[in-house]
């Protein structure tokens, strides 16, 4: 399993859970054409040309379980030649792999709802597309729906806790990654629930811009009810951390949201730092350029991530070398003086 699904089921897993988704306004000739151009109809050619039959998958709105929805299986041809341009972070991490939607962004931009089956459940992608098939940015979000009980070893007061997560679109560009935690009274014979005894809500929401990338726009916690004082406040720090995971490969704003967090999780972990190295290794993998890029235009002490970046532990090898690259001469070098410390 790639590493950075295994620090956020290591985040999840600190819970005491148990193993685990017109205006009608008249134009001219010269004015329609432009108009025409703007609703262009999207035939979703890249994929039908594949072979993949989409017409009972047009749209997607919300799903509240990734493991129930309806879903076309890709063969192996077809998932290569899909998921493999998205990059290898996402494609060592797939296992039987189904088209659970699509959806028009714009008339030229599809979005795809992947859905990868593997031995420890089902985690999503999405990824867009033009409408050639190229593709823009995807994100990867890690499903974990569980029940299990507050007392695992007695069942008092048969007290359990349940983790749902829901993916839901608010407009075409628009769309929020929801989890929830709750506590309630259930019985495992009947699959009676009671009314929740608190519940917490913590979700982050998300546009999709005008490149074609998955932009985090806000990160809060919201909906919380009930006898606020028995949630257990690490639970959901830890749901924070852990959905910061799910991450755009091209976006810079989740790394602004990771380096105002560092503080914040210093104070949480002081006794094992490790996981904060963790955590940022995680956000270097997704995509090890744009990580040494922000590194570069944010070399003072506004810098949080900075010292655990100098320490090295976690961070060299061809990964570095290769996301050197792109950069310009004046990064190279800032970045080779980090490293140079690190062979010391």
């Not at 257990?232 to 967090?261: C, F, G, H, P, Q």
């Not at 090890?288 to 810098?303: I, V, Y």
């Amino acid at each position: 399993m790639k590493k950075r699904n295994l620090f956020l089921l290591t985040a999840l897993m600190m819970m005491p859970m148990v193993a685990c988704n017109a205006n009608g306004t008249s134009t001219t000739t010269a004015e329609s054409a432009p108009a025409a151009v703007a609703q262009k109809a999207n035939d979703f050619a890249f994929l039908t040309q594949m072979g993949i039959d989409i017409k009972d998958l047009t749209d997607v709105k919300r799903v509240d379980d990734l493991t129930k929805a309806k879903g076309i299986t890709l063969t192996a041809e077809q998932r290569a030649k899909l998921t493999t341009p998205l990059g290898e972070d996402f494609v060592e991490d797939m296992g039987d792999t189904d088209i659970i939607a699509v959806r028009d962004i714009d008339g030229e931009r599809t979005l795809v709802f992947y859905r990868i089956r593997t031995g420890d459940g089902a985690h999503a992608i999405m990824a867009i597309y033009d409408d050639d098939g190229t593709p823009h940015d995807a994100i990867l979000f890690r499903y974990c729906h569980n029940l299990w009980p507050v007392n695992p070893e007695t069942y008092e007061d048969n007290l359990f806790r349940e983790l749902s997560p829901v993916f839901e679109f608010n407009g075409k560009k628009h769309f929020n990654v929801a989890y929830t935690l709750k506590e309630f009274v259930f019985d495992p014979a009947t699959d009676a629930k009671g009314a929740p005894q608190w519940q917490v809500r913590w979700h982050n929401d998300y546009d999709i811009d005008n490149r074609g990338y998955f932009v985090l726009k806000e990160q809060k916690e919201d909906g919380r009810s009930g006898n606020k004082s028995a949630i257990d406040e690490y639970i959901t720090r830890n749901m924070k951390y852990a959905s910061l995971d799910a991450m755009s490969t091209y976006d810079t704003n989740v790394m602004d949201r990771w380096n105002k967090l560092v503080p914040e999780m210093e104070a949480a972990y002081r006794e094992d730092l490790s996981f904060v190295d963790m955590h940022l290794n995680a956000l270097f993998d997704t995509n090890p350029t744009r990580f040494l890029r922000w590194m570069c235009a944010h070399r003072g002490n506004e810098n949080k991530m900075l010292p655990y970046f100098k320490k090295g532990s976690y961070w060299y090898g061809p990964s570095v070398e290769k996301a050197l690259a792109p950069l310009t001469p004046d990064e190279q070098q800032y970045i080779r003086s980090i490293i140079k410390n690190w062979k010391q």
